[in-house]
Structure formats: C-alpha cells, structure tokens
C-alpha cells in the first residue's frame, strides 16, 4: 500500500499544502481534516453550549419565564443531538485523523478522499439539522431518543431531522471504515497489533462498533419516516405495530453509540497518564482485552434504558446482570491507570491535570452507572435528573476532557507552537469547579424526584437548580478560556520540540514540530 | 488537586453526616416511601451508595495518595514496573464479588415488584396529553385528572403570577386518585396518544404506559396520606404539566367516597364541575351560556396546542382562528373534534368531553377567537352521535 520512493522524483511527494479556500475544500491530507473536523467540533460546542445556556436560564428558577415549553423540549433536543453527533464524535474522528497514521507510522490515512467526503458530509448535514429551528412548526421536540409516537408528532422539520441523521450516519460510517482500513494496511513494518498505542486500539474498536450500529440507528429512523410520511405502522400499536420494538432498536444502537463516545477518550487517557508519569502504562495488554470486552459486553445491555416500559422479569433479570458487569472491565481500566501514576515521576501540565480531572470525575459517573444497573433502584432514578447526572459526569469530565487533554496534549506538535500553560491551567481549575457546582447537584433534585425534560418545576427543587444554572454559566463562559489558548497557539508561541514532553513515547514525537505536512512516507524503524 | 480532593471529601462527608431520612435530607434523597416495596427499594439505594461511597473513597484514596507522593517536584524516581496478572486478576475478581453481593438483594426485590397476583382492587391508569384519566376495574368509577386551574393559570410564560405564593406548585390535580390503605391495589397502565409514565415515588411505582399496550404494577399503602408524581416521560409540550396525586385513606372512607362517586352516576366522566351530573343535555342552550361555558372547555383542553388566542404553532398545531374547519361545514368540525385526527397530535375527545362540553366548545371556537360563524351547536347533537 505504501507509495514511500526514495528518489523524490514524484512531483506529488514533496509539495505542501495548496492555498487559500481550496486547500480545505479538496484536501486529501490527514492532517487538514483532523484540523477541519477539529475546528467543525469546536464551533458546534459553542452551538450546543448556547442551547444549553437557554435550557440553564429557563430553569434558573420555577415558573416559566424564557420560552414555551415546544421550543424548551426543541432545545433539550437539539442539545442532546448537537453535544453528541456534533462535537464528541467529529472531535474524536478529528483527533484519529491526526494522530493514528503518525501513531503507527503510515503515510495517510488508506482512503484519502473517502476522508475529504465524510468531512464535508458533517457541515451540511448540521446545517440540515440546525435549519429545522426556524421552520413552521420548530425543531424536533421529542428527545434525541426520537422516541415513537411522540416523534412523529410536530412539523415537517422532521423529515429534514431525519436526514440530517442520515447523513451524520453516513458520514461516521466512511470514517469508520477509513479508519479499519487505515489500521490494517498503513502500519509501519515492524508495528505488531499488540505494539500499536491504545489510542489506536481503542479506535479500531470503536469503529467496529460504529460500523456495527449505525445502520440500526438508520434502519430505525427510516422506520419513523416511513410511519410517518408513507403510511407503514412500525410503532404504531393502531396499526398492528410496537412503539415499544422503537425503543429495543434505538438502545441497539443507543448503548454501543455511549461507548463509542468514551473508549477513544480512554485511549487518549492511555497516552496522557505514561508520558506525565513517566512510567510506561501499566497492563497495556489487560487494556486492549478490558476494551474489547466492554465492546463485547455493549451489545447486550441495551434494555437498560428501557426498565420501565414493561419487560418480562427474566429480561430485567439478564439486563440488569449483564449491565454490572460492565463496571468490571471499566474497573480495570480505571486500576491499570492507578497502577501507571503509582510510583511514577509525575508532573501536571495541563493535558495531565485534564486527565486527573478524567479519572476522577469519569469514575464518580462510573460508579451511578452502577446504581442505575440495579433495577429497582433505577425504577426510581429512571427519567429524572438522577440520569441527567450520570451522563453528564461521563460525557463532560469524560468524553469532553479527554478532548481537551488530547488537544493540550499534541498541539503543540500540530502547531509547533507551545500553548499557554498558564491560561491552560486556569482553564482546567474554572472548568472543573463549575462543572461539579453545574451537575453534582442534579443528583440530589433527581433523587429527590425531579424529572428530566421539564421546562419548570416544582418549589422544592428551586435553590438546587439556581446552583446548578449558576454552573452552567460559569462553566459554559470559561470554555471561551479554551477557545482562546487554541486560537492563540495557532497563531504562534514559544517554539515546541520535537519531544514537547519530556516523558512521551511514541512515533508521533518523533517527527519535527509542527509536524510537516508528509509524514513517514519513508516507514520508520519500529524497535 | 488539592482543592478537587478537598471538595471530593467534603462531597462525600456532607452526605455521610447528614443522615438520611432526615428532614434535612429529603430535598436531596430518595424518598424512603410507604409501601413494603418502596421501603426495601430504598434500602437497596442505600446500600448501593454506600458501596460505592466505599470504593470511590478507596481508589480516590490511593489516587490522591500517588498524586501527592511520587511526584517530580518532590524528587520521587519513576519505578519501572508494567504488568502483573496476579494483580488484573485480583481486581478483575473483588469487584465481581462485589457485583454478586449486590445482585442477590436486588434481585429478589424485583422479584418482588413484579408479582401482581392476588390484588384486592385494580385502577386502570390511562396517559393523555396532557393528564390522567383513571378507572376502578371493580365500581366502574372513573374520571379525569389534570393540573389544577390555579397552577395552570400561573405557569403560563406571561402569567404575572409568582409561582413561590402557590402552594405545592405544580403537584395539584383537580381530581386526585383516592385509594385505600392496607390493600394490594394492581394498577394497569396504558396511554391513548403518545408514551407516558406514571411515578408516585413514596409508591416506587413508575411505569410506562403505551397506547396498545397494557403495563401492570402494585402497591400496598401502610399510611393514610396525599402522595405526589409526575410523568416521567417525555410526552410533549406540557409533559411537565401532568402530576400525579394519590390521596390514601382508611378503607370505610374509600368505600364511602366510591359510594359517592358511583351516585354521581354516569357523567362522571365530565370534565371537573361539579353540578355536571345534572344537566340536562336535551334543552336548547342559549349561545351566551355555550360561549362562556366552552371558553372554560378550550382552556383546560385545547390550549396547549392551539394557544390562547387560537393562532396555533404553525407547522406543527394548526390555528383556529380562521381555520377552514372551525369557520367551515359543523358535521366536519364536529367529527374532528369527537373522532380525532388519525396520525396526529389531534386526540379524539369523544370519552373526554360530556355532550354539553363538546358543544360548548365548539361553539365557542366557532364564535371566539376571532371567529363568527354565528351558529350553534347543541349537546343534543353530540348526544345523538354517541
Ligand atoms: C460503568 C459503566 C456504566 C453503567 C453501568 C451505566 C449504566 C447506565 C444505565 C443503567 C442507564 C439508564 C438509566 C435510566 O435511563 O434509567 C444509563 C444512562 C446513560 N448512560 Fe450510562 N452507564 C455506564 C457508563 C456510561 C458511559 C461511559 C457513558 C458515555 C460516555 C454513559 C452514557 C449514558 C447516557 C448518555 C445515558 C442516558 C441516555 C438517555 O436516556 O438519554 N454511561 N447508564
Ligand atoms: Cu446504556
Ligand atoms: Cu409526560
């Protein structure tokens, strides 16, 4: 597969980059569409962090004083799906495009144009998606879950919602595919499966999940459309059908789609933690197994969602049990990193501080996953705030700070630039106490029986919930912190090494920083 | 890091000291409830905390321990280990011990929740948009529930009114369930539109109810009470609108109240008023009386969708003022109205609404909201389609 010549007499090995617009729009390189989908990310998380704000300043007190509950359960929507397709997944295909062919010493990704194809698939696609906002009828209101019948209620945005998915789908799925193809044809000789860093690893597993689930999540949202716009009665117990088989197929999909908003962030974790401990990781080999395991055990905990719509008590019993389990492999994980910290030589740049952050936060939203497994108890905690929790302390602490951390982390390789450390800690110390005054709270108004999606609440709710809207702004404000050292570093800084860290291992330091624009088109020599 | 460690502990602490069940703690714990069923859910919540306040405080403990010690700044030289299977087995094996230490009480409290059999009386719950209707299997008695006038008058967007002056603000219904204590009451669940859930958390009772389907739960009240949910699930623009009242009582005042209600008679299925039994649905009304009868109707029914001042959502809830149906031929209106519109928000109201309602409001939508199409619409027509 490698085209690498040594005599350079290929004209299209040694030139850069084209200018101007055209670059971006027709570029095949890895590195520009892991800058695109990076950049995509990060404007789409101000977008979903203003829907978040609008939902925060509703519920800043009882009462309904802001918007009318449509357009409150929209934004609960758009939030949802904006936060989920839109920032945490492009973010991660981003940070694959980057780093794994320098990872394992390839040239490119395998299917360069394919890659140009499913970035420019996303702009449209949330384009399609956030236009529906200002259509007759408004965006759709029934919850990123998309639940039938209710979906199917409201305007015609929806066929444009559905669309959208479509396409966001579509999108995902080509990269998966680039991303196993790349895995298993651009390896430098010499770079074993079992050498490749986790980061790797996690995302071979991760696309396989994606290629994997997909197409249900498609399937399904075709079902809708057709319910809705063709006359078929899938979800529609009037016409012979079972709104409940929607929510059996979407959890199909709902629940690998979690993993696959968090084993990359693992990965990032496993490249992060060694380099600032200075030790290598700890049980590289029980974490390749711990994840696949997790892939494995993904696939058949969906009907933890679904605890109350009336299961057969042997179902509950077997989704409940398979749903423990899960925490055993995630443990693991979790220990394997305490093992690496333990006895090394640590320092806290920022990337590690987001990576301590990681760990402690991921695990507090670990160990409610485990309350919610226990059936009954999760009879309680169902639909309310209590949930709302959980996978906020997984999503924000977890899939998003390991984005941050992974950005920390390999900018200055991207830029050649150093951030600045000092606005980056100051980043990471607002971020996270906002984080905890925004969301440790939902879990006492959600056991206190708050529910979920409510545009207004009850009295006794009301002081907890001004605490956590005053979370909310704080934390949403500091990220333009983010923003700013990102755009900063771009434009320039101290100068970076090649090594940046002076604990990191791994093929991607061992290029120039900025990393020139063709990397190992010559493989490298793996030890 | 010290400061989130700080935090952390104090987190953890705060909830360790303030012991549940406390009075201080209900705003921020799961209720411990009044049924067998609630108290044992309870339980396992608390045992489950507790494990995992046990094994966040141990591994935050070595974490932090590790943090502070073998740091550079302090001298600490890397060690060089990597792997030791002794130790992945050993803690892939303890949390597995764990999980089964938690599985088994568990299990048998789901065991538990599921046996419906053998119940002393049986509530059919059904979910519309926006409220509960619920019917006693065994007297027949059966009725509407929703937010109560004064709470729903305050949580319009421009409503002037200051929500902190009502009482147990959005947690009144104007007809509550009643029930008796000491009874194995089965409750079966289904909605007629879209999927709702029904959740009285001092009952531990939350169940979805899906139009086609049929869900059932129990519970066993051991203390006189009112008990208060709300829907859980996301069933449209005023899912937050929809909760849920259970009002226990000893059982001879829950036979005497169902004595009451079943001498109500047949129009218990009005909309709350109280006289409605008593109307006479074959007289002529005066359009005046129709008018401010039906703009009481719309309120509590229609406006959710189709607005105060009938201008509707376009796109997704169509107008009534000047909407083809509501100025066009009366057998049209009428029909959508009592029948519904299949495959979409339009619910049928036929079981809803009394006759004289139905035409009240018709009328009203007719002559109202911009509209003056100048005729009537008698609850004797509506009598005569059912
Ligand atoms: C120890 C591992 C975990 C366990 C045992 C677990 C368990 C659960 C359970 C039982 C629910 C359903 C709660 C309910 O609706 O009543 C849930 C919801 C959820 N979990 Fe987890 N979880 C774990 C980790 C994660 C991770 C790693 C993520 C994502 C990064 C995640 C994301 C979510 C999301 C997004 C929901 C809510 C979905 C929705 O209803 O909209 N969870 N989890
Ligand atoms: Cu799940
Ligand atoms: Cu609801």
Request: one cysteine or more; hydrophobic letters at 50%; proline letters at 5%.
């Amino acid at each position: 597969m490698s085209t690498a010549t040594t005599e350079h007499h290929d004209h299209h090995d040694d030139h850069g980059p084209a200018y101007g617009w055209k670059r971006w729009l027709f570029t095949t390189n890895h590195k520009d569409i892991g800058t695109l989908y990076l950049l995509f990310s990060l404007v789409m998380f101000f977008i979903g962090g203003g829907m978040a704000l609008i939902i925060r300043a509703e519920l800043w007190q009882p009462g309904l004083q802001i918007v009318d509950p449509l357009f409150f359960n929209s934004m609960t929507t758009m939030h949802a799906l904006v936060m989920i397709f839109g920032v945490v997944m492009p973010a991660f295909v981003g940070l694959a495009n980057w780093m794994i062919p320098m990872m394992i010493g390839g040239p490119d990704m395998a299917l360069p144009r394919l890659n140009n194809w499913s970035f420019w698939i996303m702009p449209f696609a949330f384009l399609l998606l956030l236009s529906t906002l200002f259509m007759e009828g408004g965006g759709p209101a029934g919850g990123w879950t998309l639940y039938a019948p209710l979906s199917l209620q409201g305007g015609d945005s929806f066929a444009f919602v559905i669309f959208s998915i479509h396409f966001m789908g579509i999108s995902s799925v080509m990269g998966s595919i680039n991303i196993v193809a790349t895995i298993f044809n651009m390896r430098a000789p010499g770079m074993t499966l079992m050498k490749m860093p986790l980061f790797v690893w996690t995302w071979l597993i991760t696309a396989y999940l994606l290629i994997a689930v997909i197409p249900v999540l498609a399937g399904a949202v075709t079902m809708l459309l057709t319910d809705r716009y063709f006359g078929t009665s899938f979800f529609s117990a009037a016409g012979g059908g079972d709104p409940v088989m929607y929510q059996h197929i979407f959890w199909f999909f709902g629940h690998p789609e979690v993993y696959i908003l968090i084993l990359p962030a693992f990965g990032i974790m496993s490249s992060i933690i060694p380099t600032f401990a200075r030790k290598p990781l700890f049980g590289y080999a029980s974490m390749v197994y711990a994840t696949a395991s997790i892939a494995f055990l993904s696939f058949i905990v969906w009907a933890h969602h679904m605890f109350t719509v009336g299961m057969p008590l042997a179902g509950e019993m077997f989704f409940m049990f398979a749903t423990m389990m899960i925490s055993v492999p995630t443990g693991v994980k979790v220990f394997n990193w305490m093992a690496t910290m333990w006895r090394g030589s640590m320092t806290f740049e920022t990337p590690m501080l987001f990576a301590i952050g990681f760990l402690v936060m991921f695990t507090i939203g670990g160990l409610s996953g485990l309350m919610l497994a226990i059936t009954p108890a999760d009879i309680q905690y169902h639909d309310t705030y209590f949930v709302v929790a959980h996978f906020h302390y997984v999503l924000v602490p977890g899939a998003i700070y390991s984005i941050m951390a992974a950005t920390y982390y390999w900018i200055p390789k991207w830029t050649g630039n150093m951030y600045d450390e000092k606005l980056g800690k100051i980043h990471f110390w607002i971020s996270t106490i906002f984080l905890n005054v925004l969301f440790f709270p939902m879990h006492f108004v959600g056991l206190a029986g708050m529910p979920r999606r409510i545009p207004d609440y009850s009295l006794q709710f009301a002081d907890w919930n001004m605490v956590a809207s005053i979370g909310a702004f704080g934390f949403g404000f500091s990220q333009l912190i983010f923003a700013y050292v990102v755009i900063k570093c771009m434009k320039g800084g101290e100068k970076a090494t090649d090594e940046v860290w002076e604990g990191a291992d791994g093929l991607e330091w061992t290029v120039a920083s900025p990393a020139p624009y063709h990397t190992f088109e010559t493989p490298p020599t793996i030890k | 890091m010290r400061s989130t460690f700080c935090a952390v502990v104090s987190r953890l602490c705060w909830l360790t000291v303030l012991l549940p069940g406390s009075k201080a703690f209900a705003d921020i714990n799961m209720p411990v409830g009044v049924t067998p069923i609630s108290k044992e859910v309870y339980g396992l919540h608390m045992l489950i905390f507790w494990i995992c306040c046990v094994i966040g405080a141990a591994v935050f403990a070595v974490m932090f321990y590790s943090i502070f010690k073998h740091r550079k700044s302090k001298g600490h030289k890397p060690a060089d280990f990597h792997e030791s299977t002794t130790v992945e087995i050993l803690w892939t094996a303890v949390p597995l011990v764990i999980l089964v230490s938690m599985a088994i009480p568990a299990a048998k409290t789901l065991i538990a929740m599921e046996d419906t059999s053998n119940a002393d009386l049986t509530i059919k719950v059904t979910g519309y948009q926006w409220k509960w209707h619920y019917e006693y299997l065994d007297s027949g008695v059966n009725f509407f529930s929703s937010l109560a006038a004064e709470h729903n008058e305050a949580r319009q967007v421009d409503s002037g009114i200051d929500v902190s002056t009502i009482d147990n603000y959005l947690k009144e219904v104007d007809n509550p369930l009643v029930v008796p204590v000491g009874k194995k009451i089965r409750f079966l669940h289904t909605a007629a539109d879209v999927i709702h859930s029904w959740w009285v958390p001092d009952l531990a009772v939350k169940k979805d109810a899906i139009p086609g389907f049929i869900n059932e739960n129990w519970a066993l009240i051991e203390e006189p009470g009112i008990y208060r949910g709300k829907c859980t699930e996301l069933c449209g623009r005023d899912h937050g609108f929809m909760p849920v009242v259970v009002k226990a009582v000893p059982e001879d005042e829950y036979l005497a109240w169902v004595a009451e209600q079943s001498g109500a008679g047949e129009e218990a299925e009005t909309v709350a008023d109280g006289d409605a039994a008593e109307e006479d649905t074959d007289r002529e009304w005066a359009m005046d009386e129709l008018l401010a009868r039906g703009e009481k109707v719309y309120t509590a029914n229609c406006v959710a969708c189709h607005q105060a001042g009938g201008q509707g959502v376009p796109g997704a809830f169509p107008a009534i003022t000047g909407s083809p149906v509501a100025i066009g031929d009366v057998d049209k209106h009428i029909e959508v109205v009592y029948e519904g519109v299949a495959g979409s928000a339009m619910a049928s109201f036929a079981a809803q609404l009394s006759d004289a309602d139905m035409a009240a409001v018709l009328t009203y939508q007719r002559n109202a909201l911009g509209n003056s199409v100048g005729d009537t619409i008698q609850p004797s027509a509506i009598k005569a389609l059912r």
